[in-house]
Each structure stands twice: as C-alpha cells, then as structure tokens.
C-alpha cells in the first residue's frame, strides 16, 4: 500500500505543528522544515513498501494467512527492519 503524496504531505504538516507546538526545535525556515520532513517520510515508507516486498517474496512458497505465514512474515520483517537499521 503506497501513500498519496497528499496523505504524505498531510502527516508532515502535523509533524512540523507538533515540533512547534511542543517547542521541540526553532523552525527558521517553515518551507525548507516541510520539504525535509516530505523527503524522510516518503523514504521512510518506501523502505516499508520494499521490506514488505522482500519479505513476501521469501514467504512466495506459504500458504498466505496462515498462522505459520503469519509468524514467520513477523520475524523476517524484524529482521529486515534490523539490517536496513529502521
């Protein structure tokens, strides 16, 4: 499941509001703030997309919902999310 970019953008409007609200950092340059929190989420969720890829690729040869599916799509997840250090 890909975000739209308005879904993407929407998240990083409230990311930027929270940090300012909370007081967490000085934001100078709001635009620059925004592009930024943009770029990291959309890596972000495309490393998701691609792990979830991976991982379904490796579990091709499973019965997809079963509980031996299930638990194993867990730990290679895990394990995905541990090499690409997310």
């Known amino acids: ?3 739209s970019e308005d879904r993407v953008s929407n998240m990083a409007h ?5 940090i300012w609200r909370d007081d967490l950092a000085d934001v100078t340059d709001e635009s620059r703030a925004l592009a930024r929190v943009k770029q990291s989420l959309g890596a972000f969720f495309g490393a998701v997309e691609e792990i979830d890829g991976t991982v379904r690729a490796k579990l091709r040869n499973h019965a997809q919902g079963s509980r ?17 250090h997310l």
Do not use: T
Not at 14 to 18: F, L, S
Not at 68 to 74: A, I, N, S, T, V
């Open 1 to 3: 499941m890909s975000l």
């Open 14 to 18: 409230e990311v930027i509001n929270c």
């Open 68 to 84: 031996d599916w299930e638990l194993l799509y867990q730990k290679f997840y895990q394990e995905e999310l541990a090499k690409r």
